[in-house]
């Protein structure tokens, strides 16, 4: 543990009648990443919301998943959300001291985004495949492509930025280089991709499914 | 997470089987009754919820921090409904229309 990290330690367990009680009763990085999760959902917000706009001002919107896709949605779905359970083991394992619990179901955790970046890549080639582009596709509405490409891919920039903290915070709880409260805070990011993710499937996925 | 040591892993079991049973009620519903956006957009909510209280553990923090986040978050999102009246006047200009 780095001699800040230690230094801050030292203050949040001998600090009583030295600083006041934290407003909140957390970390500041962890509210710092509280308030990043409100903003960014926000922004995720505002995505949904433009491609709600742009679908009502349509003409005509192509209803293009067929069932294969929804079920390969849900299996994505499978997979976030018991990511989301992984990563909780992992917090589970940091709070209880142990470093290779930790690290291995961080590690874990971060194979489960791999694999579902990985599903994610393979629907968006098979839409590319089919001819859909940013701004044309065979099916009219020429901004289906931009809302769904902008969408899916920024939530899958989101899945692809948590990997890989994960797993720079995995190794460096291991190596005794970062606290519990690290594991803790990305874990609470790991969560919100996972509830982003929620939101998409339904409003992108299945508003969009063949009838 | 303040409190999530002293939480037994059974509630967060329960919490997981409940969101992947709304993920296959969604696609069910979908399938069978039509994919309308108020039933999806419910059941995305129960989901959410779930999510936030009980994976990020917001119910175990203390309440100031709920206050301090999310009436500000839930302003912001129902201020954003501003745009569909926008949104259906353009029905009428077809803007993208061929």
């Known amino acids: ?211 | 997470m303040s409190n999530s040591s002293s939480n037994g892993m059974g509630t967060t079991f329960i919490v997981y089987a409940a969101i992947l049973a709304i993920a296959v009620i969604q696609v069910v519903v979908a399938l069978t009754m039509g994919p309308s956006l108020g039933r999806m957009l419910i059941l995305a909510a129960i989901q959410g919820y779930l999510a936030v209280m009980f994976f990020m553990h917001l119910r175990d923090e203390k309440s100031t921090l709920r206050l301090a986040l999310l009436p500000g978050t839930v302003f912001v999102l129902v201020m954003m409904n501003m745009i569909w009246a926008d949104s259906f006047r353009l029905i009428h200009l077809r803007p993208f229309a061929k």
């Open chain 1, 1 to 211: 543990m780095s001699e800040a990290n230690m230094v801050l330690d030292q203050v949040a367990e001998h600090g009583a009648g030295v600083m006041e009680e934290r407003p909140f009763a957390i970390p500041s990085s962890k509210l710092v990443m509280w308030l990043f999760i409100i903003s960014d959902a926000c922004t995720f917000a505002a995505m949904l919301f433009a491609y709600g706009f742009i679908r009502n001002s349509a003409a005509e919107w192509p209803l293009v998943f067929e069932s294969a896709s929804i079920w390969n949605a849900l299996l994505m779905t499978f997979i976030l959300v018991s990511t989301s359970l992984t990563v909780l083991f992992a917090l589970r394992a940091a709070q209880n001291e142990d470093r290779a619990g930790a690290f291995k179901w961080t590690m874990i955790t971060a194979a489960g985004g791999i694999l579902f970046t990985l599903l994610h890549l393979r629907e968006w080639m098979s839409l590319i495949g089919e001819g859909v582009r940013p701004f044309q596709n065979p099916w009219g509405a020429p901004l289906f492509g931009a809302c769904f490409f902008s969408i899916t891919g920024l939530h899958m920039l989101h899945v692809a930025g948590g990997v890989v903290a994960l797993i720079v915070v995995g190794l460096g709880y291991r190596a005794g280089r970062y606290a519990t409260r690290h594991v803790e805070i990305w874990a609470l990011y790991w969560h919100f991709v996972d509830l982003v993710w929620m939101f998409v499937v339904p409003l992108v996925y299945l508003l969009n499914m063949k009838r």
